[in-house]
């Protein structure tokens, strides 16, 4: 087993490329080996599996998911970290053919050479949902994965209709997959400490709902419904429909309550008012 990298190199690295921890980034880099393995153990990965790992930064995860993946594509958005990240692999004695660097922004990415099965991801905070739905829809392939991300995020990822977290990011990633709870994480296990707490989603992708037709539809109208999350859907809904009694018409053609609010209806439910967009 390689050994993977602690607190102290982690340190070292960091000072030999001269790199102090950006919050524009989200760098907060994992420092205990433990909570990589638990990560990579989380998303079930097989030695015949190719996984995909956003923002590597100064390689943990990268060390512990070559222990057991067959290879890695990694995507860095920072070119210092990005050149580091083979020099560091080859120093653990890991053949760095098994590893691809892309020194990209996750959210530009849109094509790969290779098809991933498993994403694995420590996401900065800020775009963590739109990169995860992004990959979710640009690479079927990836069947399942492990995202580490803002504790408050993790808990609307996972949320269940009529609760308050339940919202747009929940209802877009039932879309491809179901979506589960997969245990917090420690403040402790990064440098630099974040102010916030973090969390593991697992995620396991089915068949999507409906087509790519069907999805651009069903999310316009999921976005029209969290927008005014307050209202019930005929007037959520009544710019969409080009009134109220229109969305009332539509709703009741759907089967759903037009009084209800959009925070109670599943993405097969908006899947339904969907059809009823010319």
């Not at 420092?31 to 995909?52: E, F, G, M, P, Y």
Request: charged share 25%; aromatic share 6%.
């Amino acid at each position: 087993m390689s050994n993977l990298l602690g607190a102290t190199q982690i340190r070292e690295l960091a000072t030999k490329l001269d790199l102090k921890p950006t919050k524009k980034l989200g760098q907060n880099f994992v420092v205990d080996a433990n909570t990589c393995r638990k990560i990579v153990k989380l998303a079930d990965i097989k030695s015949s599996d190719i996984a995909l790992e956003i923002g590597p930064g100064l390689g943990s995860l990268t060390l512990a998911l070559l222990e057991v993946s067959k290879e890695v594509i990694a995507i860095e958005i920072d070119s210092r970290l990005a050149q580091q990240l083979p020099i560091t692999v080859a120093t653990h004695g890991v053949d760095t053919k098994r590893l691809t660097v892309l020194t990209q922004d996750a959210m530009q990415v849109t094509r790969l050479d290779k098809e991933p099965d498993v994403l694995v991801a420590n996401l900065p905070y800020n775009v963590s949902v739109p990169v995860l739905l992004n990959l979710l829809e640009l690479f079927p392939s990836i069947k399942r994965g492990v995202v580490m991300v803002q504790s408050e995020v993790a808990e609307r990822l996972v949320a269940k209709a009529d609760s308050k977290e339940y919202g747009s990011p929940t209802v877009k990633g039932n879309w491809w997959a179901d979506l589960t709870w997969a245990g917090g994480v420690s403040r402790s296990v990064f440098w630099p400490v974040p102010n916030v707490d973090s969390a593991l989603v697992r995620f396991d992708r089915h068949a999507p709902i409906g087509s790519e037709a069907q999805r651009i539809k069903t999310f316009k109208v999921i976005d029209h419904a969290f927008a005014k999350r307050r209202k019930m859907m005929r007037s959520a809904l009544s710019e969409l429909f080009g009134g109220s009694a229109p969305a009332q018409e539509a709703l009741i053609r759907a089967g759903i309550d037009p009084t209800i609010r959009g925070e109670a209806l599943t993405v097969e439910q908006f899947g339904q008012i969907a059809q009823q967009l010319s």
